[in-house]
């Protein structure tokens, strides 16, 4: 079980800033993410859970440390296989992120382009029917301007998890939603979890979705003060 | 359009949404693009037309070489040589005739009191092999003192004037205290030199430009036997006459010097090269600043992509496609409002203003260029996109 384990952290510091404003943000911290769990970090604003997850899904270099993802150490590792494991990974930002000029369709296509051109029409179709998923089946072709909060955030997780990712990374998914909406969305990537594999990260606040994560892991200050399973 | 560029570039024209979606921005940057187009386009059509009135008297004469004074510049602007250059020129073997050629800017007075500036060429009438095949059979009229033939494309000659010349009536003109009679025309129109030409006979020439002698014309046209190079004629010549007072060249190489002196050595061939490469330099930064604007703004998208591991190729590719579709929208209103401007310059100055296929090829890739080099220069503002800031 442990070998199979798409996310493994040993060890791990992180810094911020240079010289004498140097800060560290993290300190020693060890982790094995199982496969098909969901994981929620939490934390206080600071405690270092948002770095901890840039580290985990390679947008940001790591210093000191371990970090093991989906069977490759990101220390050192090349641009070209950065990209390529990004490939494999779906991303759910606060801000949603959407591009202003692509409707609902274009921006969920985003998400399965990356992968080369493919087959247009069966794209489309993978698409919509990712958007029916939630709830978006009579907004495909809008813009993002014409677009609720709430609609928004499904649209960027719809982009997420279009392209069947290995490992999710969110921040703040349910924020932007209703209580129906948030849980749909959070109960979806348990689902993805359970039947397919897929290991779920979340950094959240939200109380009202704790009883769907298999771990909980509270950070503060950089370092792990807490790490249960709910269930 | 969108479904066009799908299908040219295998993915949704994100550069293309991107670039449409403002359409003020849009508008903007292909009215500057356009400008930019025009600007070129007027350069480089004065500067052909330039070109086209610096090489039009050679429609007007035949020959295989020329023979110039080195103190000349161009046909129109030549220094005189001594005839006795001809006679030597004449004992090169290969050289099977010769004639003078004299040149001057003659002021005609018409009837109204305004006056036109001819540019004259006085020759041998008994020579008609020297000059154009649809002037040579006119030549032999030219015999008849105080006769010209007139341009008729030239600047400000009366309509009523050309039309008596044109049904056989002769028109008589005052110059230079005498009175010249245009007993026919031709077709060459007018330049930046004069408002347009005219052809006498030498005897005629002489007796208008009375400073002038016959034993100094501006230039000496050789004609070589059939078959022979005139190259080779040139090489013999050279080695005959002095090399500092005579210049010998090929027709077809007195002309591409002309051209080559009007365009690097006169100002005028400066300041229409110099307007070309502000035109483009100004195209460069309206497209950067487009471009470069069109990045910042799309930041956190572009960090977006990065995230979900689009690579650098692709942002290079969205960039550039705004670079294309932006030349090519912007060359369209630019070609067409120049086509009207030249239609307009001709119209007014009757100048050889024209859009010559080349011309419109060599902008349009250059626009390409240009564009191109901007979005490249653009692209370095990618790197502040970072994916890690997006959380």
């Known amino acids: ?231 | 359009m969108s479904r066009l560029l799908t299908f040219l570039f295998r993915r949704l024209p994100i550069g293309w949404l991107q670039l449409s979606h403002s359409k003020g921005r849009l508008f903007a940057a292909i009215a500057g693009v356009a400008f930019t187009n025009l600007l070129v386009f007027m350069q480089l059509g004065i500067m052909g037309a330039l070109n086209n009135s610096t090489v039009a008297p050679y429609a007007l004469i035949r020959g295989d070489i020329i023979l110039s004074s080195q103190e000349g510049n161009t046909l129109t602007d030549s220094g005189n040589l001594a005839r006795v250059f001809m006679f030597q020129a004449l004992g090169v073997p290969g050289v099977v005739a010769a004639t003078p050629l004299y040149i001057g800017n003659l002021p005609l007075t018409l009837e109204d009191g305004s006056s036109i500036a001819l540019l004259s060429f006085g020759l041998d009438t008994a020579q008609p092999g020297f000059v154009a095949d649809v002037i040579a059979p006119d030549m032999a009229r030219l015999v008849i003192e105080n006769t010209a033939l007139l341009d008729r494309d030239t600047r400000g000659l009366p309509g009523d004037a050309l039309a008596r010349i044109t049904t056989g009536q002769p028109f008589a003109f005052e110059a230079s205290g005498g009175t010249l009679t245009a007993i026919g025309t031709m077709a060459v129109g007018g330049g930046f030199l004069a408002d347009g030409m005219m052809i006498t006979s030498d005897q005629t020439f002489l007796r208008f430009f009375k400073s002038r002698t016959s034993g100094a014309p501006d230039h000496i046209l050789l004609r070589v036997a059939g078959g022979l190079s005139a190259e080779r004629v040139v090489e013999r010549l050279r080695a005959v006459l002095p090399p500092l007072i005579v210049k010998v060249q090929t027709m077809t190489g007195a002309a591409a010097a002309d051209l080559a002196f009007m365009s690097t050595e006169r100002p005028t061939g400066i300041i229409f090269g110099f307007g070309v490469f502000m035109g483009i330099l100004v195209g460069l930064v309206i497209v950067y600043q487009v471009l470069s604007t069109d990045v910042a703004d799309h930041l956190r998208e572009y960090a977006t992509f990065k995230a979900m591991g689009y690579d650098q190729p692709f942002f290079l590719g969205i960039i550039f496609e705004e670079a294309l579709v932006l030349a090519v929208f912007g060359f369209v209103p630019g070609f067409i409002v120049s086509m009207g401007l030249y239609a307009g310059l001709v119209a007014v100055t009757g100048l050889p203003v024209v859009m010559t296929a080349p011309t419109a090829i060599m902008v349009f890739v250059g626009t390409l260029v240009a564009c191109t080099l901007s979005g490249a220069i653009a692209t370095r503002r990618l790197a502040a996109a970072d994916p890690a800031d997006l959380f």
């Open chain 1, 1 to 231: 079980m442990e070998n199979d384990a798409p996310i493994r952290v040993e060890g791990l510091n992180h810094y911020f800033g240079q010289g004498e404003a140097r800060k560290q943000a993290l300190w020693d911290l060890n982790l094995t993410l199982q496969r098909g769990t969901l994981t929620i970090l939490m934390g206080p604003s600071g405690s270092g859970k948002t770095t901890v997850l840039t580290l985990m899904g390679c947008l940001r270099e790591v210093q000191e440390g371990k970090v093991s993802l989906l069977g490759h150490d990101l220390q050192g590792a090349g641009e070209a296989a950065l990209v390529a494991l990004r490939r494999r990974l779906g991303f759910i930002f606060q801000a949603h992120n959407l591009h202003e000029s692509l409707t609902a369709t274009q921006n969920v296509l985003m998400g399965l382009q990356v992968h080369g051109p493919g087959d247009a029409a069966k794209q489309r179709a993978a698409a919509h029917h990712m958007l029916g998923l939630l709830g978006l089946a009579d907004r495909v072709d809008y813009l993002p301007a014409n677009l609720s909060g709430g609609q928004k955030q499904r649209v960027a997780v719809a982009r997420a998890l279009v392209s069947n990712p290995e490992v999710i990374f969110a921040d703040e998914p349910s924020a932007a939603l209703d209580k129906a909406s948030g849980r749909v969305v959070v109960e979806m990537l348990k689902a993805l979890g359970q039947k397919r594999g897929v290991t779920t990260v979340m950094v959240t606040h939200d109380n009202r979705i704790m009883d769907l994560a298999d771990r909980i892991i509270t950070l503060e200050e950089g370092r792990v003060v807490s790490d249960t399973n709910p269930a």
